[in-house]
């Protein structure tokens, strides 16, 4: 009867812990276009939406973990905003191993390609399917319905290796936004560019009023895949 009881006991336990970790999990809340989703602090950088709680990789892809060995990545506001009205993503399939640092998925756009590197390493489990019916997400809400995939990832450590460290992650992302305005002088003060006069906040495609501009020959650059 004692061992019964322990079994019992133990169980309770056991489901108890399971119930409180599913409620830590973060969900992927809707969020309104330039606003963080609702588990995530607002914090913005130029303009751009940079929540704190994520971590960011320098070709502009980010991680959260979830809960032990389980990451959520996506792309970040100033790398959906280069990027612009993507017309289709192609993600990673569900079981291939992703790398950190080495490319994932790839946007097309007018009949041009541009690929993006993982944040992290690991087994793609989940892919987002309404990201993929519509890529128009990416732009509206990269952090909330536009993530791109759920990836197991055995060794922790590779969530955090060769990643922005927190504390520059803000001189990190005005470094990049000066680096674009270098390269693309039209865009810095304009009333079209990544600073609107009305709130501060980027346009919904920062390379769309630069026809001269090569679009996959920026967003490389910026993503780490030139």
Not at 68 to 80: K, P, Q, T
Not at 113 to 130: A, D, L, Q
């Amino acid at each position: 009867m004692t061992v019964i009881l322990v079994l019992v006991t133990f169980s309770i336990f056991i489901l108890l812990d399971w119930v409180v970790n599913r409620r830590k999990a973060p969900q992927v809340v809707a969020a309104s276009a330039h606003t963080a989703p609702r588990y995530l602090d607002p914090s913005y950088v130029e303009g751009f939406l940079v929540p704190e709680q994520l971590s960011y990789h320098p070709g502009h892809s980010w991680a959260m973990q979830e809960r032990r060995n389980l990451v959520r990545i996506g792309i970040d506001d100033f790398a959906a905003a280069l990027a612009g009205h993507v017309e289709r993503i192609e993600l990673p399939k569900p079981g291939q191993w992703i790398r950190q640092g080495q490319k994932a998925w790839s946007l097309y756009r007018d009949g041009e390609k541009t690929e993006m590197v993982s944040p992290t390493e690991g087994e793609v489990i989940e892919i987002n399917p309404e990201v993929a019916a519509n890529p128009e997400l990416l732009r509206k809400d990269p952090y909330g319905k536009g993530w791109l995939a759920l990836v197991h990832v055995p060794d922790e450590e590779s969530t955090t290796r060769n990643l922005v460290p927190k504390g520059l992650v803000r001189s990190w992302m005005r470094e990049a936004v000066g680096r674009l305005y270098a390269r693309q002088p039209q865009l810095a003060g304009c009333p079209l560019g990544p600073v609107a006069a009305d709130g501060g906040l980027p346009t919904e495609d920062l390379l769309a009023s630069l026809p001269e501009a090569n679009w996959r020959q920026v967003t490389s650059e910026f993503f780490l895949t030139a």
